[in-house]
């Protein structure tokens, strides 16, 4: 039977529609976002510049082949900091003039390290954190990505979410600034992202971090080995290897200006084993619970379309103002959600036909393993 697609739908139909519909709210009204602390939101420039009171904060930023990115993120990160933080630049064998670029800043309290060479066993990544790491000697250890962007207030607003959680992993999913038709296709994989932050204890053993941003007490960190852990130290993932070594894991979302970062601006294939990779290999950290309402809201976002206009608005205007906490997507994007739903599928499918048939991923020429 033909679908009246302009008409009222079936009543089987509709209710499977809202339940994934609701499924959806229910998933990302969970989502907490990064609290902006008081010394963000009061303390003005003179006061910062002698200050405030809070945690002393390492910043560690693991690079490889990023000196474009370094131009950006170093004076953002110089605004944000305090006289007594410090900023760790780890060089990864960069061929591009990483160190160079670095060095530029050391008389703001910034050192340049070299990566070495990697032992056996280890991630590029994960080895550079813990070289940096153990240079650092403040009280808080923030690991950012050199494609990140901070705000002024930025590291204070983590670093007082990580002095009320000592013992935690703390991570904000930075807001995704795009550019471009191809770089808005993240659009539902960031919105799924974001539908994943939570607070999980030794009790849940499956465990969210966003690793572009991500601190921890240094004490802490110590203890439970950091990155040199066993199950840390060759995992291509490791923001989420560590999270699940540490006794909790609190992760949030960044705000608009807040923290940003450009994910895939290299175009469509880059975006396409990026989120290849993160979906084969994050799914195995996803709550239970999180999973069956993401499964049931991506059901709702594919049926809605065929089922009504109706389901159809009620879906774009649910898109459009969820992706408006995690992006620059816009209303255009919005609207036309059944494209993005339709990618977002086809990635995930391919993701999990490589990781259950194949085990392995490509990403940025080197072959991943997914289990």
Same mark, same amino acid.
């Given at each position: ?149 901070? !705000?002024? +207030? #930025? ?6 979410? %990580? $002095?009320?959680?000592?013992?935690? @992993? /703390? =991570? ?107 979906? !084969?290999? +994050? #799914? ?6 999180? %999973? $069956?309402?993401?499964?049931?809201? @991506? /059901? =709702? ?71």
């Amino acid at each position: 039977m033909a679908v009246d697609w302009l008409g009222a739908p079936s009543t089987g139909s509709l209710v499977v529609f809202l339940l994934g519909w609701g499924a959806g709210w229910v998933g990302f009204l969970r989502a907490k976002s990064l609290p902006q602390s008081p010394s963000a939101e009061r303390v003005n420039d003179a006061e910062r510049t002698n200050g405030a009171a809070r945690a002393t904060v390492s910043v560690i930023v693991p690079c490889r082949n990023e000196a474009d990115n370094l131009q950006h993120l170093l004076p953002s990160l110089h605004a944000a900091l305090q006289p007594t933080d410090e900023v760790i630049i780890v060089d990864d064998d960069s061929t591009d003039g990483t160190a160079a670029i670095a060095a530029r800043f050391t008389d703001r309290n910034v050192q340049v390290l070299p990566a070495g060479s990697l032992p056996a066993g280890w991630a590029g990544k994960s080895h550079a954190c813990w070289i940096g790491a153990q240079r650092a000697s403040r009280e808080v250890l923030l690991f950012v990505d050199a494609d990140v962007r901070v !705000a002024p +207030g #930025a590291v204070d607003d983590v670093a007082a979410l %990580a $002095a009320q959680n000592t013992q935690a @992993v /703390v =991570s904000a999913m930075p807001y995704h600034r795009t550019v471009g038709v191809i770089e808005r296709l993240s659009m539902l994989f960031n919105t799924v992202s974001a539908m994943v932050a939570s607070v999980a204890t030794t009790r849940e053993p499956r465990r969210v971090a966003y690793g572009p941003f991500l601190a921890v007490h240094r004490d802490a960190y110590l203890r439970v080995g950091g990155h040199a852990h066993q199950h840390v130290r060759g995992a291509v993932v490791e923001d989420l290897a560590l999270a699940r070594v540490m006794p909790c894991a609190v992760a949030v979302l960044a705000r608009e200006r807040q923290v940003e970062y450009r994910m895939y601006p290299l175009g469509a294939r880059q975006l396409v084993e990026g989120w290849t990779k993160n979906t !084969a290999i +994050g #799914a195995n950290s996803v709550p239970r619970w999180s %999973a $069956a309402l993401i499964i049931a809201w @991506v /059901v =709702s976002l594919c049926g809605g379309p065929l089922t009504s206009v109706w389901c159809y608005v009620l879906s774009a205007v649910q898109v459009a103002v969820m992706s408006r906490r995690v992006g620059n997507f816009g209303v255009v994007s919005a609207m036309l959600y059944p494209l993005h739903a339709i990618v977002f599928v086809m990635v995930a499918m391919c993701s999990m036909a490589r990781s259950v048939l194949v085990g392995r991923v490509a990403w940025r020429g080197r072959t991943i393993a997914t289990r």
